[in-house]
């Protein structure tokens, strides 16, 4: 089981909200918990928090989960003080008419929902079809464009409100999840591994802007110059409805974490990792990838410098990239185990060279 402390470190995670490009809370809160254990905790330029034990090892293991999470960005504000805005990252516009959500002003996070024409006022045509984000605004009840500018300046970034909450007996949900939760795995990691005697240096980092083009992975990756690289990202629970296995596969909620196994996934660190789960009894479940490469900050880290080792842990999701996701603290925990085992089993001299 998780320790309590964790978990309230998760949970303050998750309530701290951190669009694209607008980490720095995040990066605070995670920072924090880091220091409690970590030789070194520091923030570069871009925005990444990168934690280290065991510093002067001459390999290097780089942990990344990113923290950033889709949001929106104010753009400009109308005479009714009325908020439009646009997307940060890959926004289901499905799921954002009658939303809530935070404007996080200067001066904190201001509360507002996300508003559209009444159903009654829509044309059949427009009923069955998903409302572009120019078409929508965000109401944070202000009377006119006078008493908006008073509280919000455009460029300002939005946030889905905070919602975290425990269903059931170990599943939460929030919005977020992607990828809190692989850096809050990242994090637990190095947290694990600072009680035990390891042979490798560890840089566990919290990623930002990775659903704006694995930014903050390349940047950190370029930085570091790690040996072996291990991603820990959200992957598709196709444990729900009208989900194409044929295609994704099989994957569910409390099965245990994904191990991925596609281009970005160096087969040496795979079969290790393999040989790990196996040997301490590990739950994992097998997974292909969304796609054949790309996708994950694994994907930049591999191709760094000269090239690093790197595998993709993915902690099953459900209802991804929407303000209501769903992940399973068993899934979280055997992650942690997995990651954690696996970069104990990783000796001086280990070649991660395929073939050799």
């Known amino acids: 089981m998780l320790p309590k402390s964790s978990l309230t470190f998760l949970e303050d995670l998750l309530n701290t ?75 289901d516009k499905l799921t954002v008419p009658g939303a809530e959500v935070e404007v996080l002003t200067a001066n904190g996070a201001l509360p507002g929902v996300i508003g559209k024409k009444p159903i009654h006022l829509l044309n059949p045509k427009e009923r069955d079809k998903a409302l572009e984000l120019k078409d929508l605004w965000i109401d944070i009840g202000a009377e006119d464009k006078k008493g908006a500018e008073k509280l919000v300046t455009v460029g300002d970034p939005v946030a889905f409100k905070r919602d975290y909450a425990i269903l059931g007996k170990h599943r939460i949900k929030s919005k977020g999840l992607d990828d809190k939760i692989g850096a809050f795995v990242v994090a637990e990691v190095l947290r694990v591994l600072s009680t035990r005697k390891i042979s490798a240096a560890v840089f566990a980092v919290g990623t930002v802007q990775e659903e704006l083009g694995l930014r903050g992975a390349t940047t950190s990756a370029f930085g570091i110059a790690p040996d072996v690289g291990i991603a820990v990202d959200v992957g598709f629970a196709t444990d729900v409805p009208d989900i194409d296995k044929k295609s994704l596969g099989e994957s569910k909620l409390g099965g245990g974490p994904m191990i991925e196994r596609n281009a970005d996934n160096n087969p040496v660190l795979g079969r290790l990792m393999r040989d790990v789960a196996a040997k301490k009894k590990i739950k994992v479940q ?36 929407s303000q209501v996701e769903m992940c399973d603290l068993r899934d979280v925990e055997n992650a942690v185990k997995l990651i954690a085992e696996t970069v104990a089993a990783i000796k001086p001299g280990i070649s991660f060279i395929p073939g050799a």
């Open 286 to 321: 097998e997974c292909a990838g969304f796609r054949a490469s790309g996708g994950t900050d694994t994907a930049r880290v591999q191709l760094t410098r000269s090239g690093v080792a790197t595998a993709l842990v993915s902690v099953p999701n459900r209802y991804m990239h």
């Open 17 to 91: 909200s951190g669009p694209s490009g607008f980490e720095e809370p995040v990066a605070s809160c995670f920072k924090n918990y880091l220091a409690q254990f970590a030789d070194e905790v520091r923030v570069d330029v871009t925005g990444n928090t990168i934690a280290s034990i065991n510093t002067d090892a001459p390999l290097k293991v780089m942990l990344a989960g990113h923290y950033d999470e889709i949001g929106f960005q104010v753009t400009h504000i109308s005479d009714e003080g009325l908020l439009h805005f646009r997307n940060v990252g890959g926004i």
